[in-house]
């Protein structure tokens, strides 16, 4: 297998397995502010910020997983 095919198989891996622990994240961030806006339903506005912001912070995750990636297919790495 070429050098070229083997960066595009490593690019690959790096974002497949990049996105296993920010989408686990997603769905444990969303769990909780769910769970605890049924149980409080008047805390929703601060509970719904927070729960952006926890989203937005495990979703980083996956964007340096992109970044690595591409930096991998285009043999800067």
Known sequence: MSDEGL???????????????????IGIVFNGALTAMGRNPEAEGTLRTYMFL??????????????IALLIAFGIV
Not at 7 to 25: N, Q, T
């Open 7 to 25: 960066r595009l198989i490593a690019a690959a891996l790096a974002v497949g397995l990049g996105a296993i622990g920010p989408g686990v994240g």
């Open 54 to 67: 926890g989203f937005a912070l495990v979703e980083a995750v996956f964007i340096f997983a992109l970044v």
